[in-house]
């Protein structure tokens, strides 16, 4: 059986929000802690970032620092964990090359989260027309890359949000399919998912949408979430505010801001029954989002005092991470019979076939 490796990473187009904290970084650092790891590996995507911002650069540019400040604020350690930027291994793009010869496009164009991220980024409308001509081919083959950045490493766990499973079952068909043709060489990883179910897609401030940047409904961790702009639906299935609730809020909470109920179940019968005022739900909600950001908000005032620290830190993740991607693509070009320098066979082989 492998040794547990860990590996997970996020897209630097901006700083990271509530959303990103439940749905994988709040649980990085409850495995981070556990231990019982051989390796974790937390990597920021700017290559893929790339694949939908290849006309702006900088935006990518700017914002890797920002990720790598909300993993430490967050509680990412780089004594425990590796951190390192996605374009700083070259041996991600080789392999990547060679699994898209394991990859079909009829493949591609059925994975549903391909399908949902083309459509949010304006590549097309409608079913048919989402694969036009206006689609980038890097961001086509995401789920590649993606292969690729977990199957480098080894990793036997992925922690990502639920809506990311297809990618993970891709993952796994390019593992099969590479490992049928060439002989066990990769590692089939396993997807962890938010233990807490309302984590898994927390709306925006919206109320509506899943959370994200690009809808400009975040509460991002680098600040302070004042104001929740929510409808009152009067009932707490679909309601923001019981959802946020159900991701954030511990029994303690009420004895320490509203201890006329003993938890969340007690709050949610009488909301239920009626009698509650939706501001008052709304308040308690601030005060447990600001308990658990607050923290997270003062380590990255302390870590953005000395940016080049933050760089040196990155440097030496993509040290680490060269080290294990190099091992690992020495055995996939063995297992694909192209380490031609290092078999000594074939060109002995070869050299009696030319000496007759």
């Not at 499973?165 to 390019?174: A, F, N, S, W």
């Amino acid at each position: 059986m492998a040794e547990k490796v860990i590996l997970t990473g996020d897209r630097p187009t901006g700083r990271l929000h509530i959303g990103h904290y439940v749905g994988s970084l709040r649980r990085r650092v409850q495995l981070q802690n556990e231990g019982g790891y051989k390796d974790m590996f937390v990597f920021i995507a700017d290559a893929q970032a790339l694949t939908d911002n290849f006309d702006n650069p900088e935006k990518v540019r700017q914002n890797v620092v920002e990720v790598a400040l909300d993993y430490l604020a967050c509680g990412l350690d780089p004594s425990k964990v590796t951190i390192f930027i996605q374009s700083a291994i070259p041996e991600l793009a080789e392999l990547s090359f060679y699994f898209m010869n394991l990859v079909t496009v009829a493949r591609l164009q059925r994975n549903p989260t391909v399908k949902t991220e083309i459509k949010m980024r304006g590549f097309g409308e409608g079913d048919d027309a989402v694969f036009g001509s206006g689609l980038p081919v890097g961001f086509f083959t995401y789920p590649i890359s993606q292969a690729a950045d977990i199957t480098l490493f080894k990793a036997t766990m992925v922690p990502v949000g639920a809506d990311q499973k297809p990618m993970l079952e891709q993952t796994v068909e390019i593992v099969r399919k590479f490992n049928s043709i060439y002989g066990e060489t990769l590692v089939e990883p396993e997807i962890v998912l938010p233990q807490n179910a309302a984590s898994q897609r927390l709306p925006g401030t919206d109320g509506k949408a899943k959370m994200s940047k690009s809808l400009g409904n975040c509460i991002y961790l680098g600040t302070d979430p004042l104001h929740i702009n929510v409808a009152d639906p009067g009932h707490v299935e679909g309601n923001a505010v019981f959802t946020y609730l159900d991701a954030f809020c511990r029994d303690e909470h009420f004895g320490l801001y509203w201890p006329e109920y003993a938890n969340l179940d007690e709050l949610k019968a009488h909301y239920t029954k009626g009698g509650l005022g939706d501001v008052k739900c709304k308040r308690f909600l601030e005060k447990v989002l600001n308990e658990e950001l607050e923290p997270i908000r003062a380590r990255r005032k302390e870590f953005e005092k000395d940016i080049p620290a933050v760089y040196e830190m990155l440097r030496k993740g993509v040290d680490k991470a060269r080290e294990t991607a190099a091992r690992t693509m020495d055995e996939v070009r063995k297992a694909m019979k192209i380490n031609y320098f290092d078999d000594k066979a074939l060109i002995e082989e070869q050299s009696k076939k030319y000496s007759l």
